[in-house]
């Protein structure tokens, strides 16, 4: 993985994160968010997974259903963020996955392992977003008011 710090003003930054060959995606990014210490940035990538393990939300029984895609795939569409939950940074991600046939495979990123390159860009919000868990779905989501700071 090399990553480059790509613009900082305002205290808000921009990053190049290419992922190489071999690199597993989503460790590696919450390592990077972990020694950045982000936790209000959204990202978006392109690239290609050699293989990934994708997953479902799966309302009645409230646990992720994972599906593995053990071949070659073009990562079509790859959005998240980075927020707060429990004090530490948590990546969330979605992927589109392109099989050769032409069909499209997504979900939830539990693991995505590069081949040849996974292109990512992150961009710092102003603030922090934090995590709560939501007693109805059981999930940690965002409360956008939480951690907020009161106007003087």
Do not use: C
Not at 33 to 43: D, I, N, R, T, V
Not at 77 to 86: M, R
């Amino acid at each position: 993985m090399r990553t480059a710090l790509l613009d900082e003003r305002d205290g808000l930054r921009s990053f190049v994160v290419v992922f190489q060959t071999g690199d597993e995606v989503m460790g590696g990014l919450t390592s990077f968010a972990k020694a950045q210490g982000l936790g209000g940035s959204h990202f978006t990538a392109i690239g290609a997974f050699s293989r990934a393990v994708v997953a479902y939300f799966d309302w009645p029984s409230k646990k992720y259903r994972h599906v593995p895609i053990e071949e070659q795939v073009e990562v079509l569409s790859f959005d998240g963020d980075i927020t707060i939950e429990n004090g530490t940074p948590t990546v969330h991600a979605h992927v589109v996955l392109g099989k050769v046939d032409a069909t499209a495979h997504g979900g939830h990123l539990i693991e995505g392992h590069v081949r040849p390159t996974l292109e990512l860009v992150i961009t710092e919000a102003p603030r922090h977003l934090h995590r709560r868990l939501d007693a109805p779905s059981g999930l940690a989501l965002i409360d956008p008011d939480a951690g907020r700071q009161p106007r003087a």
